[in-house]
């Protein structure tokens, strides 16, 4: 099992970054899929999640309305589209694999158990 992240970067305050990650594997195949970003010196947080089973999303309210979870099953890829992008997003932001909870894919970081390596975005 393998995530690669790719698609972060350095941008301004209120531009876009599309990070993508890769599996190595059908994603069909793993209930939940999602984005968690962590700072230094604090917990991993999660980001937004998606259902591999009906698409079902779910955001924090820190993102909502700005970034946005898909998914392309024929190329196993997940993308964050991250628009409105604004310095306290600046962190390193990773992917993983999950298991559904009481019938979502929820934000917890400990009901996902395969991760990338992550992808640093600046914000300035």
């Known amino acids: 099992v393998q995530l690669v992240e790719s698609g972060g970067g350095a941008v301004q305050a209120g531009g876009s970054l599309r990070p993508s990650c890769v599996a190595s594997?059908?994603?069909?195949?793993?209930?939940?899929m999602g984005w968690f970003r962590q700072a230094p010196g604090k917990d991993r947080e999660g980001v937004a999640t998606?259902?591999?089973?009906?698409?079902?999303?779910n955001y924090a309210d820190s993102v909502k309305g700005r970034f946005t979870i898909s998914r392309d099953t024929a190329k196993n890829t997940m993308y964050l589209q991250m628009n409105s992008l604004k310095p306290e997003d600046t962190v390193i932001y990773y992917c993983?694999?999950?298991?559904?909870?009481?019938?979502?894919?929820?934000?917890?970081?400990?009901?996902?158990?395969?991760w990338g390596q992550g992808t640093q975005v600046t914000v300035s």
């Open positions: 993983a694999t999950g298991q559904v909870y009481q019938g979502a894919c929820p934000l917890a970081p400990v009901l996902f158990d395969y």
């Open positions: 594997f059908d994603i069909d195949s793993t209930p939940c």
């Open positions: 998606i259902s591999t089973r009906d698409s079902e999303t």
